[in-house]
């Protein structure tokens, strides 16, 4: 008999891909916008037409909510997969891209002030999300093979994992 392919519950899926899929877009917006504005680190031939900074602010925008409630259920729901260095380390990434992202003025890149604190800190964040999320998909090819991998991309939901259980998951207390 085949082994069972590993599942995910889908309010997992459904937040992990939708931070998934934000993060690659804030973060090459975020190499544009410093590549246009802050030349000391990225140096592009010509500047990058586009409000790039506002690219930037907008996916983060949309990021914002997401990641907070994928933190909420990786704290509450998730916390045992939180015991694998990579998961802890692409959340705490995350919380620290967004949180420093939200400290931070638009105007600062525009008008050439690189040298406030928040902006240090959302660089340092974009550093340690772009290898917590190397590391991260490493470290699930590791662990479950493509088996493990392919389990987050599954349409498949079971009965006892539908939208209409998904709160009493959450209030549900786990260890």
Sequence with gaps: MPPTPPYQPALLRLLHGAVAALVPLAWLSGVVALANHDRRWIRLPAQVPGDWIDIHGTVGVGLWPLALLFAVYALWIGRARLRQPANAAALIGLALAVASGKLMQEDWLRSGQLDHFPYHLHLLAWLLISGAVAWHVG?????????????????????????????????????
Excluded at 147 to 161: G, I
């Design 139 to 175: 470290a699930v090819i590791t662990r479950g093979g493509p088996a493990l991998a392919n389990s987050m991309f599954r349409l498949q939901v079971r009965d006892n994992d539908m939208p209409r259980h998904w709160l009493a998951q959450l209030t549900r207390r786990r260890g």
